[in-house]
């Protein structure tokens, strides 16, 4: 059974992703905020991350990934950034275009379709 872990400071948004992974037979942990959530993955190894951008600050999400990318020991954790912050902010950012600026394996702009969610968790993990 494959770990994910969730970091996302809206408690509604992490309950339903839970709800859609948890029916899946994942087993779900969370973080409500960036510091945390890296400290959950250092302590839990999880298979695979989803993580939102604006948290405690506008760009933490980023902030995160980057942390983990560059760990030796997460580097290898594949990352789904789960996001808002092209509607919020206007910017838009690809994985195409940005990916040198983007250490993250998807980028999905909220809302994402619990089917469509299922779909990329499940390729990330045939990756890894």
């Known amino acids: ?49 989803i993580l939102d951008v604006m ?22 954790i594949p990352i789904i950034m789960l996001t808002s912050i092209g509607r919020e902010t206007g910017f838009r950012f690809s994985k195409e275009t940005d990916e040198d600026y983007l250490p993250v394996d998807e980028l999905v702009e909220k809302p994402i379709k619990p089917k469509d969610l299922l779909v990329k968790v499940e390729k990330l993990l045939k990756k890894k």
Do not use: C, H, W
């Open 1 to 49: 059974m494959s770990k994910i872990l969730i970091i996302d400071d809206d408690a509604d948004m992490v309950e339903a992703i839970k709800i859609v992974l948890e029916s899946k037979g994942f087993k779900v942990i969370s973080a409500n905020e960036g510091d945390a959530g890296y400290k959950k993955a250092e302590a839990e190894r999880p298979d695979l991350v």
């Open 55 to 76: 948290m405690k600050t506008k760009d933490q999400g980023f902030q995160v990934s980057y942390k983990l990318k560059n760990n030796p020991e997460l580097s290898k």
